[in-house]
T-cell receptor, first 113, second 113 residues
Framework: DSGVTQTPKHLITATGQRVTLRCSPRSGDLSVYWYQQSLDQGLQFLIHYYNGEERAKGNILERFSAQQFPDLHSELNLSSLELGDSALYFC????????????FGSGTRLTVV | ELKVEQNPLFLSMQEGKNYTIYCNYSTTSDRLYWYRQDPGKSLESLFVLLSNGAVKQEGRLMASLDTKARLSTLHITAAVHDLSATYFCAVDPRIQGAQKLVFGQGTRLTINP
């Protein structure tokens, strides 16, 4: 157990729907990073939050949004889902605002049908 | 834009043999990470290389970093079946405000008895 908790582990949903993925960082970590892993795009950085504030955005679609709450857990919201959104979504956490010492969660496998 | 390229992308080798995975990146950075991923699983941190000439070893794996050549290598010595996995390198571009890792495509390593 890495200490980074992601729920749910698996999610199957229909096109056009909206889902929320949740991530609880390791105790003491202030940063949460979200990544998408798909066969065609590989591992792509989506977004980074540090202590509740958005710090950086990567290749995140406008249909996707995220936030980090005061208790430091983070949620990734995916809406108007398309077949191509099917992927593994990972979050990672680290103590500071730099990605040194990332710890990855076990991921949420999203399947859009 | 930072690009990270690994080669080979697929590697099938016999137990007991030695081989090297290469990771080239396109812009200056002195922070490079190696991860291991088993099928459907999370990413496990293997090595963190933080300076030019850094070399780290753990068991049958050894990683090195040449920041001038923008090249890192992951060397496998006397491979065993348990090392079968996908290996990723990732580079921290150290761009202020862009705290993220840029991953290579991954090298799928299969070790046959």
């Amino acid at each position: 157990d890495s200490g980074v908790t992601q729920t749910p582990k698996h999610l199957i949903t229909a096109t056009g729907q909206r889902v929320t993925l949740r991530c609880s960082p390791r105790s003491g970590d202030l940063s949460v990073y979200w990544y998408q892993q798909s066969l065609d795009q590989g591992l792509q950085f989506l977004i980074h939050y540090y202590n509740g504030e958005e710090r950086a955005k990567g290749n995140i679609l406008e249909r996707f949004s995220a936030q980090q709450f005061p208790d430091l857990h983070s949620e990734l919201n995916l809406s108007s889902l398309e077949l191509g959104d099917s992927a593994l979504y990972f979050c990672a956490s680290s103590v500071g605002a730099e990605p040194y010492g990332y710890t990855f969660g076990s991921g949420t496998r999203l399947t859009v049908v | 834009e930072l690009k990270v390229e690994q080669n080979p992308l697929f590697l099938s080798m016999q137990e007991g043999k030695n081989y090297t995975i290469y990771c080239n990146y396109s812009t200056t950075s002195d922070r490079l990470y190696w991860y291991r991923q088993d099928p459907g699983k999370s990413l496990e941190s293997l090595f963190v290389l933080l300076s030019n000439g850094a070399v780290k070893q753990e068991g049958r794996l050894m990683a090195s970093l040449d920041t001038k050549a923008r090249l890192s290598t992951l060397h496998i010595t006397a491979a065993v079946h348990d090392l079968s996995a996908t290996y990723f390198c990732a580079v921290d571009p150290r761009i202020q405000g862009a705290q993220k890792l840029v991953f290579g495509q991954g090298t799928r390593l299969t070790i046959n008895p």
